[in-house]
């Protein structure tokens, strides 16, 4: 094989070699930026997320305190019913009633027109 075959055998190579290189290189670059791109947007979301977490655990801290203080209102009104009369309560008192009948009482005024008109009849 003469020298000036191998001279453009080894040319040919080195060129090829350079295009690849070049090629690795530009993808490399691009693979580069693309993982700049995919980590700022991994930041982004990242504090997204944290603000989202904040205000969730805000409106969890507002529940809890809402909780609370229903929790001390149904305590209140418990301490309140117990003061009510109870339903049995209320029969025994019916009961009474039933048996008084203050509807039939006679005020001062009957008494005395009874007695007039007994007295002139």
């Known amino acids: 094989m003469p020298i000036q075959e191998q001279t453009d055998d080894l040319a040919y190579i ?3 070699l350079n295009a690849r290189i070049r090629l690795l290189e530009g993808k490399y670059n691009l ?7 995919v980590n700022k947007n991994m930041i982004e979301e990242y504090k997204k997320t944290l603000n989202k977490q ?4 805000e409106e969890i801290k507002e529940l809890k305190t809402s909780i609370e203080l229903f929790k ?3 305590k209140k009104m418990e301490a309140s019913l117990k003061t009510f009369a109870k339903k049995e309560d209320l029969k025994v008192l019916e ?3 039933e048996l008084w009948n ?11 027109r009874m007695i007039s008109r007994s007295k002139n009849g």
């Open 54 to 57: 904040r205000v969730l655990e």
């Open 14 to 16: 080195i060129n090829d």
């Open 95 to 97: 009961k009474y009633i």
């Open 31 to 37: 693979f580069g930026e693309r993982l700049l791109i």
């Open 72 to 74: 001390d209102i149904i």
């Open 102 to 112: 203050p509807i039939k009482f006679v005020t001062e005024e009957d008494v005395a």
